[in-house]
């Protein structure tokens, strides 16, 4: 059984807008932090956002800050990101992964394979 499981994705023109899903029904607890990640063929995977459960702090890259937030809805163990105003850089596999962690270390950690839980990815493709 997948334990995240991401949704969302899809190709959108620049400017456009998409709201990325991520189901984290086995990490709802208070002490988890819930982070997406992109990954570009041939680059290395870089951190978007991190949110914790409980006190919903939130960390963000900082060309996504301004255009993407990231929200949960713990009644649906669902964490959102909202993107907005998207260019053809944002073109990426988006992940979710989900550790026991403040976000700023989920952040900081996830780009380096030192975070167990991944979901399999969902693909966003902006046009120009």
């Known amino acids: 059984q997948e334990q995240l499981v991401e949704s969302g994705g899809g190709l959108v023109q620049a400017g456009g807008s998409l709201r990325l899903s991520c189901e984290t029904s086995?990490?709802?607890?208070?002490?988890?932090?819930i982070g997406w990640f992109r990954q570009v063929p041939g680059k290395d995977r870089e951190g978007v956002s991190c949110?914790?459960?409980?006190?919903?702090?939130?960390y963000y890259l900082d060309v996504a800050e301004g255009r993407f937030t990231i929200s949960r809805d713990n009644a649906k163990n669902t964490v959102y990101l909202q993107m907005s105003s998207l260019i053809p850089e944002d073109t990426a596999v988006y992940y979710c992964?989900?550790?026991?962690?403040?976000?700023?270390?989920?952040?900081?950690?996830?780009?380096?394979?030192?975070?167990?839980?991944w979901g399999k990815g969902t693909q966003v493709t902006v046009s120009s």
């Open positions: 992964a989900a550790a026991p962690l403040p976000p700023k270390a989920l952040y900081q950690l996830g780009p380096y394979g030192l975070i167990d839980y």
């Open positions: 086995e990490f709802s607890s208070s002490f988890y932090s």
């Open positions: 949110i914790n459960n409980g006190d919903g702090t939130t």
